[in-house]
């Protein structure tokens, strides 16, 4: 897959905007990086769309941009020419596609039925837009009729929100979704800028849902963990599950039978999608140790990052 497309996938919410105001443009791009998403697909359908493109690639060349709303291949040129990475249309144009497959530029179509979806196929494309996504039936809609397409991948839009993000971005097959809830027109022609950097930081948090899913405490052998695990065992009243390298006690403590990493243990934070967790906290200078990751059906499912906390090692752990 493009490696454009493929950090559109780790960022997971594509922020869909129309700015009818160029001058807009810089600080609403900023408050969506400082909200911890950079990316935005900036629509064709106001005037102003180009010069924003513009004005945002000159001041974040890094972002994942891109231009919606694109109808012809003049709009592509414009707009690739303007600095958008990637190009986005409505429905599947075969000459704005085929322009695109030619010069290399990424390009979702959008689609609505099996039609579309083989046309997409025949062009060569392995990322799609179903468009309207609610309209059209939804995440049932979508999970039939792209059941025959096992390579495919697609970026539902329209209609989605924080109310059912999460639903649609646990099936295997959506690559992202496109939304506007935190980028509405009234809250940027308001300039309501720090709103938005508001609502871009709580999606983020929505997808992620992180959460403390247990402490681990280091031990220095297997009979000093299980005396502490008997101990907090008696005086929570949970339940004891030994295991080969650490005690389990209840959900909420694991004791190592070992000195591991964190000078006292560590605390396992869950998340809903450990690789979109991994590259958004890469944003805040956070990594991970490479050493620790353990992957299942190709995505990262365990990982320690290269931080500690109060003595503290942080392991993030899959949903």
């Known amino acids: 897959m493009n490696k454009i497309l493929e950090e559109i996938g780790l960022l997971g919410i594509v922020p869909v905007i129309a700015i009818d105001n160029a ?27 180009k010069e924003a493109i513009t004005r945002i690639a000159k001041a974040y060349p890094s972002m994942m941009l891109g231009a919606g709303t694109v ?25 704005v596609v085929e322009y695109c497959v030619q010069k290399n530029i990424p390009v ?9 979806v083989e046309m997409a196929l025949e062009q060569g494309l392995e990322v799609v837009k179903f468009f309207p996504a609610e309209a059209n039936g939804g995440l049932p809609f979508l999970k039939a009729i792209s059941a025959p397409y096992k390579s495919l991948k697609f970026i539902p839009t329209g209609g989605i929100d924080e109310t059912n993000l999460l639903s649609y971005l646990k099936f295997n097959k959506v690559l992202a979704c496109g939304g506007s809830w935190m980028v509405k027109s009234d809250l940027i022609n308001n300039k309501q800028f720090d709103e938005i950097k ?16 247990h402490v681990g405490i280091n031990n220095a052998d297997a009979s000093t963990a299980m005396e502490g695990a008997s101990r907090l065992a ?18 909420q ?20 999608f450990v690789d979109r967790a991994v590259a958004c906290l ?15 059906d190709g995505k990262i499912a365990t990982v320690y990052l290269d931080i500690e906390i109060g003595g503290f090692a942080v392991h993030l752990v899959q949903l």
Do not use: W
């Not at 400082?34 to 697909?41: F, H, I, Q, Y």
């Open 71 to 95: 109808l012809t291949v003049e709009q592509v040129k414009s707009a690739f020419d303007c600095g958008a990475k990637y190009i986005v249309s409505p429905g599947l144009n075969t000459k």
């Open 282 to 296: 890469s944003k805040s200078g956070v990594g991970v140790k490479p050493e620790t990751k353990v992957e299942k």
């Open 108 to 116: 979702t179509p959008g689609v609505a039925t099996p039609t579309e």
């Open 198 to 213: 508001r609502l871009t930081s709580q999606a983020m948090m929505k997808m992620l849902g992180f959460e403390l899913r």
């Open 253 to 272: 403590f694991e004791l190592l039978k070992r000195m591991y990493l964190g000078a006292h243990g560590h605390l396992a934070i869950g998340t809903n």
């Open 234 to 251: 008696s005086l929570f009243g949970l339940a004891v599950k030994d295991g080969n390298s650490s005690v389990f006690v209840g959900t």
């Open 23 to 49: 001058d807009d443009a810089e600080p609403l791009a900023k408050a969506l990086v400082d909200g911890g998403l950079p990316c935005a697909e900036v629509t064709f359908r106001t005037s102003a769309a």
